[in-house]
């Protein structure tokens, strides 16, 4: 089984989390680190890794995620969808 990503816009995040499933995830990319995005079947899991350091972030709707990403997100992030 191969995974597959593809870039998508800023302006498409919310469109993507809304329909992200349990096998699916979201990986945004900045010049400080990367941000994971999953989603269990409750709530939704943002890992965020800086300099070999992990930190874990849970938001329990589409919302909450969108606007705890606004202070993590640069207008040079990439954002994919695997």
Known sequence: MTYQERSISIDNLEKFLRT???D??????NESGHVFINKTSKRYCINIS???KDEFIYKD???ETIDFL????????KIFVY
């Open 20 to 22: 992200l499933d349990s």
């Open 24 to 29: 699916e995830g979201i990986r945004i990319d």
């Open 50 to 52: 800086n300099n070999n």
């Open 61 to 63: 709707t589409v919302q």
């Open 70 to 77: 606004r202070d993590v997100i640069t207008q040079t992030s």
